[in-house]
T-cell receptor, first 117, second 114 residues
Framework: AQSVSQHNHHVILSEAASLELGCNYS??????LFWYVQYPGQHLQLLLK??????LVKGIKGFEAEFIKSKFSFNLRKPSVQWSDTAEYFC???????????????FGTGTKLQVIP | ETGVTQSPTHLIKTRGQQVTLRCSSQ?????VSWYQQALGQGPQFIFQ???????GRGNFPPRFSGLQFPNYSSELNVNALELDDSALYLC?????????????FGEGSWLTVV
């Protein structure tokens, strides 16, 4: 069964600081990887995704993530955070290759990011 | 906007009652999944429907059931509500059969069981 670990539960940064949120997954096969963001009172929004190809993926709002297959990791980064990035961030994985099978996305427990002006 | 709409947005039920939550998937998407997000937790997969049949289920008891209709909209039904069922229920739609497709979430239905 697939699982996702997010190492940081709560991160506090000052504006302009750099961000890196850790994400490790456990699954032996091919995976699709996602980062979702949930702003206070809002729905889950897709930040970025990795399916195949270049392991460095760029998403919206200046976020990027790097897939390192050997480390089973998909860390999220942003060079300079803004107050508006305050939100909860979820890493998620979807196992690929189940012919006709269902798509179960497994989420991590989330990281709450607080950016101080 | 993801094109996934859910109703109602908020509701309060009493323990032991039954609830039905509804979801309209994004146009062209044939697969609907339901997730439960308890406070302070990540979303947990409940089940998925494809071509009007359940084709995958997470670790939820049978009192959680669902339907998918020919227009791909869906319902989540929960019987014999318990206090721990209080959570945000998320519907997600996607297109089955396409490698690397993305799952889009609705805004959710907040259920409070008292």
């Amino acid at each position: 069964a697939q699982s996702v670990s997010q190492h940081n539960h709560h991160v506090i940064l000052s504006e302009a600081a750099s961000l890196e949120l850790g994400c490790n997954y456990s699954y032996g096969g091919t995976v699709n990887l996602f980062w979702y963001v949930q702003y206070p009172g809002q729905h889950l929004q897709l930040l970025l995704k990795y399916f195949s190809g270049d392991p460095l993926v760029k998403g919206i709002k200046g976020f990027e993530a790097e897939f390192i297959k050997s480390k089973f990791s998909f860390n999220l980064r942003k060079p300079s955070v803004q107050w508006s990035d305050t939100a909860e961030y979820f890493c998620a994985v979807n196992a690929v290759g189940r012919s006709g099978g269902y798509q179960k996305v497994t989420f991590g427990t989330g990281t709450k990011l607080q950016v101080i002006p | 906007e993801t094109g996934v709409t859910q109703s109602p947005t908020h509701l309060i039920k009493t323990r032991g009652q039954q609830v039905t939550l509804r979801c309209s998937s994004q146009s062209g998407h044939n697969t609907v999944s339901w997730y439960q997000q308890a406070l302070g937790q990540g979303p947990q997969f409940i089940f998925q429907y494809y071509r009007e049949e359940e084709n995958g289920r997470g670790n939820f008891p049978p009192r959680f059931s669902g339907l998918q209709f020919p227009n791909y909209s869906s319902e989540l039904n929960v019987n014999a509500l318990e206090l721990d069922d209080s959570a945000l229920y998320l519907c997600a739609s996607s297109l089955q059969g396409i490698s690397g497709n993305t799952i889009y979430f609705g805004e959710g239905s907040w259920l409070t069981v008292v």
